[in-house]
């Protein structure tokens, strides 16, 4: 757990609580969003969702904003009376100089007073991807921030990679037997609500994972118990992967950052975990399991 200056999380005492903080959600409908803007509305903020389109489902008790990354005439009226802001990249923006600075100014000239950005752990030592650019933008804007750092989701599992396991009853990734510290994307919700209702989180970067790292197999044994059906782990070696994702008119760019991301975890590079979950939750993350358990209707 480190300062997103690079200084130690010493403590979150003297953490007080904003009365009924004004936050504005963006991709209030994914993975980290919709339970997140659930957390929120039980901690009592009055929240705003960001939404691109008419038809957002909009949970009872908030309220909906047009807002669109694209669309710079959108950034500032969302923003207008927001206290607080939680902000992501959503993952088909990459040039985030065009579709994510111009957020981050209209965050500052709103008077935004605390901004969490879903970020990526490892970004600190990998300037190249787009989450670090975003951060840097945050810096430099000199809008108090606090920088939320997950590994792996586990819901990588029940959307991108679910009819592998449904239908063929396999995981198919080129990993290797690299082990991968997966987090449930709750958790990360739970820790960003934490960081918007509570003071004290600013100019902290926090490293999230879930308890262990597991390698594919052992995902896959986890997959079989829950499910009560064999499910295996294919070991598909990169261009085989590839192969499959461009059959189904998936485009290039995209099969080549999930390729190049499933190479860091062959590497060895993602097994990370830390106890900044853990710590910031008081107690342990969501096992891979309990995901399984949960989620267990998609599979099915
Ligand atoms: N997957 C992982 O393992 C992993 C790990 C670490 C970090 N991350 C990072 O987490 C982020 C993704 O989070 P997530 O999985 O919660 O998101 P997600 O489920 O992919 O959802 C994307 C959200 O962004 C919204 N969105 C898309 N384009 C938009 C636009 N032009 N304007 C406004 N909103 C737009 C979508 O809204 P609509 O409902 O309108 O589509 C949706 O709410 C990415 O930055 C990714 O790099 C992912």
């Known amino acids: 757990m480190a300062g997103a200056d690079g200084g130690h999380l010493l403590a979150r005492g003297g953490a007080g609580v904003s009365p009924r903080p004004r936050v504005l959600v963006t991709g209030a409908s994914g993975n980290v969003g919709a339970p997140l803007v659930e957390h929120l509305l039980k901690g009592g903020a009055q929240v705003r969702v960001a939404s691109r389109g008419e038809g957002a489902r909009v949970p009872e008790g908030a309220t909906a904003v047009r807002f669109d990354f694209e669309d710079p005439s959108t950034h500032a009226p969302a923003l207008e009376g927001v206290e607080k802001v939680f902000l992501l990249r959503p993952p088909a923006l990459s040039d985030v100089k065009r579709h994510l600075l111009p957020v981050v100014r209209a965050v500052k000239e709103a008077g935004v007073r605390h901004v969490v950005f879903l970020s990526l752990l490892g970004v600190e030592k990998n300037q190249a991807v787009p989450h670090a650019k975003v951060e840097r933008f945050i810096l430099e804007a000199g809008v108090p921030h606090t920088f939320l750092r997950p590994s792996f989701f586990m819901q990588n599992l029940s959307t991108t990679h679910r009819d592998d396991i449904r ?122 399991r309990q995901f399984i358990q949960d989620h267990k209707a998609c599979w099915m």
């Open 167 to 288: 239908e063929h009853g396999e995981l198919f990734m080129p990993v290797g037997s690299g082990k991968t510290g997966f987090i449930d994307t709750r958790d990360i919700a739970a820790v960003g609500a934490r960081t918007l209702l509570e003071d004290g989180h600013e100019g902290k970067a926090y490293d999230l994972t879930g308890a262990e790292a597991l390698s594919y197999a052992e995902v896959a044994r986890l997959f079989t118990e829950v499910l009560g059906r064999p499910i295996r782990y294919n070991e598909p070696g990169a261009l085989r992967f590839a192969a499959r994702w461009y059959r189904r008119d998936v485009p290039l760019a995209y099969i080549a950052v999930m390729t190049g991301i499933y190479t860091v975890c062959r590497l060895g590079l993602a097994g990370t975990v830390t106890r900044d979950t853990e710590t910031l939750l008081g107690r342990a993350p969501i096992s891979m």
